[in-house]
């Protein structure tokens, strides 16, 4: 049995004071024309949108900036910290995408950006994931998933890779579990002179091919209707970075 598999949460690890450190910026432009994307294929919004897995609420902002209410959920406390000092006014929830403290039908629209869905170690708990979002979803209303391009994940595997963080080493190791299902990427955080690490973390995503994500969501009665490979709306490639399906529930 793998490590990973011995430690299949992850996620409640990894998401704190070190990742932060390692991420202190993500891309604000990226987010901007992520949030604009998904609003002008939904349409019009009238109603709360749940932003899902919202992290540090870089996406929270630009969706408030166009005029919508959004109410952020992640497990992250430390992340949820940041998007509170972001902005105080942020409608922050602390919980677990597979059960989601919400009401039926209390949002007109649910996103989940930049690869935040395919973390669990069972591909039931994704689909309790996507149920969830159907549920707290109201008839017609959008949804949207960020996903990446599974075939250029492994096609552009980098295996290892080391960077300084201050006066630490970070080295990243890549790697394809489960006949190339999976894959893991494993953090080894050092002090500046230490031969062993001080800290390691993973991150594990199960690479869902694009037609399997179709099937995923229209069997929780989620109806695709558009799919791009980045964010500015260009249309879905094997060579693209991303993978992005928005539409709306059955």
């Known amino acids: 049995m793998s490590e990973t598999r011995r430690l299949p949460e992850w996620y409640r ?41 919202c992290g540090a609420g870089r996406h929270m902002l630009h969706f408030r900036r166009l005029g919508v209410t959004p109410v952020g959920l992640d497990l992250s406390a430390s992340l949820l910290r940041q998007a509170r000092d972001l902005d105080s006014e942020m409608r922050l929830v602390r919980g677990d995408m597979r059960h989601l403290p919400f009401a039926d ?10 690869t935040s869905f395919g973390y669990f170690a069972e591909p039931e708990e994704d689909r309790r994931v996507l149920g ?13 998933l ?9 096609d ?5 890779d080391e960077r300084k963080l201050g006066d630490r080493r ?22 500046a002179t230490a031969d062993r690490p001080e800290s390691v973390y993973f991150e594990r995503v199960r690479l869902y091919e694009p037609d399997e994500l179709v099937t995923l969501l229209r069997n929780a009665d989620l109806e695709p209707k558009h799919t791009f490979g980045d964010y500015t ?5 094997p060579d693209c970075a991303r993978y992005i399906l928005i539409g709306y529930a059955t």
Not at 132 to 137: D, H, N, S
Request: charged share 30%; with cysteine.
């Open 13 to 53: 690890d990894w998401f704190g004071e070190e990742y932060l450190a390692l991420y202190p910026h993500r891309d604000e432009e990226e987010a901007r024309d992520g949030v604009e994307l998904v609003m002008q294929h939904c349409g019009r919004v009238d109603g709360l949108v749940l932003d899902l897995a």
């Open 132 to 144: 969830e979002i159907r549920r707290v979803l109201r008839g017609g209303g959008c949804f949207a």
């Open 156 to 160: 552009g595997l980098v295996p290892r």
């Open 170 to 191: 970070v080295v990243q190791e890549r790697r394809l579990e489960e006949d190339g299902r999976v894959v893991v990427k494993e953090i080894k955080i050092y002090g």
């Open 105 to 114: 039908s209390s949002f007109a629209l649910v996103a989940n950006f930049f």
């Open 146 to 154: 960020d996903f990446l391009n599974a075939q250029r994940v492994r």
């Open 233 to 237: 709306g260009g249309p879905a490639c």
